[in-house]
């Protein structure tokens, strides 16, 4: 298993791509770090979000190119979010009606073997 690292991410990021580098590396949404660094900064934290963004993107090293391609495949995980993968909202609609019924079919199936003779039959052999 491969050991994590912290990289900046600029080509992904706004200004430096700290809040991004911190997102991959924690596995959270980069929009939730963002929302973290700006309220810190408003709500009086000022010189501490500036000084410690500025300090993170001069030691830092930005993401090798090579780490991009080997963790292509990742980039697309990161849209935990249907609608982020780019989906129409029907075709998503569409897709969790399908997996409904498909859950729902499981299910009657279940509730038939449950209320069956064959059921009560198999629990009392088993308590043999």
């Not at 491969?2 to 900046?8: D, E, G, P």
């Not at 993107?57 to 391609?69: A, G, Q």
Request: hydrophobic share 40%; glycine share 8%; net charge neutral.
């Amino acid at each position: 298993m491969s050991k994590k690292s912290f990289y900046r991410e600029p080509t992904t990021g706004k200004i430096a791509g700290i809040c991004a580098g911190i997102g991959r590396y924690f596995g959270i949404e980069v929009w939730w770090i963002r929302i973290l660094a700006v309220s810190i900064f408003l709500l009086g934290g000022n010189l501490l979000v500036v000084f410690a963004y500025i300090g993170v993107w001069l030691m830092i090293d930005k993401r090798p190119i090579s780490l991009y391609e080997e963790n292509h495949a990742e980039d697309h995980t990161l849209k935990s979010k249907p609608w982020q993968a780019g989906k129409v909202p029907s075709e998503l609609l569409a897709d969790l009606d399908a997996e409904y019924q498909q859950i729902e079919g499981k299910l009657r199936k279940i509730e038939a073997y449950v209320t069956s003779d064959a059921y009560k039959v198999n629990k009392e052999f088993n308590q043999l």
